[in-house]
């Protein structure tokens, strides 16, 4: 942890001996800046600093007007899905802070108002694009990079993951703060590229460097479900869990990893233990969108697999009315629904409905779009499932299987509309939908390899259509 302790944060001089001037002269406002990046990179509260929230209110109150300060809090909601341009009070700050960067920031910062608006107005792809010219510009623009990485996951855009930090990884001195991070983010983006061994590779070393690396950890975990290394990929969570699980804000989603390989091997108990004893639990406390898609996606995978999770578990997930509205991006729209819909709360899931449709009809930002193509019949399909209207499910979902990649999230988290949707075709009655699934067996073991999982459903498909 003593590598971004409050002795090593750099001050105005410190970020322009580093080619990365900031427009305050604020020393205090300029640590506190490099506090937040650290302590998000790492995904876990420096205890030294009080933690990430309290230093975002340092940040601040060190300099209200400070351009790259407010820019940094932009970019940070806006990519924690849970601030739009359907927010009033965001577009305000947003309208403030373009204002202000125009009268008072530096050409670089200009750049980063630029991408932290355009990502907070919807325009995700365009905002990936110029966060990646600022790191082609600014190597060492940790910033930069950590945005594009976040943008780039939102999008789905497993390349753009991979080469962003593809291209700046050698131009890293390895005694930088924070250099080991780099490989961790680089083996999650060559994780969903497909390039397992050398993702693993890349994983192992940012462990080496830093043990507390929990997105390297979370890579790892990627690596070992893609490539059916389920035991090893339990053992793995387990042994290390005393230090991923420091990184709280991704912990939610490492405990998912683990109850993931359970799953495999049948070990439901397991996975329903870990959601009551960590997942529920740490989604009550955070209310926020991103621990939701976890519990979510974990309840539904269970269900697929025959368990009955019970509507109590469901009933967990609290206040998700407040959602319905946010259309941030589709994926967590897809998550919301089916939450709303097991817990029996159909009004709210209706109104969700409503919401997206009106959503996508009205606005052209990029997520409506993809939501309008993709989002929708994909959300519909997950609640034809849900009404065991299995055949109608599966005519809705098979068309745009091959266009889910762009609603953003990973592959092992898309896999559970690719179980829905085998599960969907073999449970139809009609036999040009249930003929489907062999193909799409093949489709799913060709991305994940020996699954067990994978096993039961075509045990599953065999026994219900015999030859
Ligand atoms: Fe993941």
Same mark, same amino acid.
């Given at each position: 942890m003593a590598e971004w302790c409050a002795d090593h944060l750099r001050n105005c001089e410190g970020w322009k001996s580093a080619g990365? %001037?900031?427009?305050?002269?604020?020393d205090e406002n300029a640590k506190w800046l490099d506090a937040s990046i650290r302590q998000l990179v790492s995904w876990t509260d420096c205890a030294s600093l009080g933690g990430f929230h309290e230093t975002l209110v340092n940040l601040t109150k060190s300099d209200p007007e400070a351009i790259m300060g407010r820019t940094f809090l932009v970019g940070l909601a806006g990519l924690g899905t %849970? !601030?739009? !341009?359907?927010?009033p009070a965001f577009v305000e700050t947003m309208k403030k802070l373009e204002s202000d960067a125009e009268k008072y920031a530096n050409p670089r910062e200009k750049r980063h108002v630029k991408a932290a608006v355009l990502w907070g107005r919807g325009e995700h792809h365009e905002a990936a694009d110029e966060w990646d010219s600022i790191i082609d510009d600014y190597p060492t623009d940790l910033i930069a990079i950590k945005f594009s990485h976040d943008a780039h996951f939102f999008n789905g855009n497993c390349k753009g993951k991979k080469d962003a930090i593809e291209k700046i990884i050698n131009k890293?001195?390895?005694?930088?703060?924070?250099?080991?991070y780099l490989h961790g983010m680089y083996a999650f983006g060559l994780e969903e590229c497909g390039l397992y061994g050398d993702a693993e590779t890349e994983a192992d070393k940012a462990l080496n460097l830093n043990r507390f690396d929990c997105w390297a950890s979370h890579a790892k975990a990627h690596v070992l479900e893609m490539n059916g290394r389920h035991k090893e990929g339990k053992e793995f969570m387990y042994r290390t869990e005393d230090d991923w699980k420091k990184g709280w804000m991704i912990a939610t989603h490492n405990y998912w990893h683990t109850a993931l390989f359970h799953i495999e091997f049948g070990e439901y108990e397991d996975a329903l233990s870990i959601f009551d004893r960590e997942i529920s639990k740490r989604f009550l406390r955070s209310n926020s969108l991103l621990d939701m898609v976890d519990a979510s996606s974990i309840l539904w995978r269970l269900e697929l697999e025959?368990?009955?999770?019970?509507k109590d578990r469901w009933r967990k997930? %609290?206040?998700? !009315?407040?959602?319905?509205?946010?259309?941030?991006?589709?994926f967590n729209d897809v998550h919301l629904g089916v939450a709303l819909y097991k817990q029996g709360d159909l009004e709210t899931e209706k109104n969700l409905r409503a919401s997206l449709e009106k959503y996508t009809n009205v606005l052209s930002e990029d997520n409506a779009k993809i939501s309008k193509e993709i989002g929708m019949p994909l959300y519909d399909g997950m609640l034809d499932y849900a009404r065991c209207d299995y055949d109608t499910a599966a005519e809705t979902m098979f068309p745009i299987r091959d266009k889910v990649?762009?609603?953003?999230?990973s592959h092992a988290q898309r896999d559970v509309f690719v179980q829905t949707l085998i599960q969907s075709c073999i449970m139809s009655k009609d036999p040009k939908n249930w003929s489907l699934t062999p193909q799409l067996l093949i489709e799913r073991e060709t991305m994940k390899h020996d699954s067990l999982l994978g096993q039961r459903l075509a045990e599953k498909f065999r026994a219900r259509h015999p030859l």
């Open positions: 990365l %001037e900031l427009s305050t002269t604020s %849970e !601030a739009t !341009a359907r927010d890293w001195k390895p005694d930088l703060p924070m250099y080991s025959g368990v009955d999770v019970g997930l %609290e206040h998700l !009315a407040k959602y319905i509205d946010n259309h941030s991006i589709v990649v762009q609603i953003g999230g």
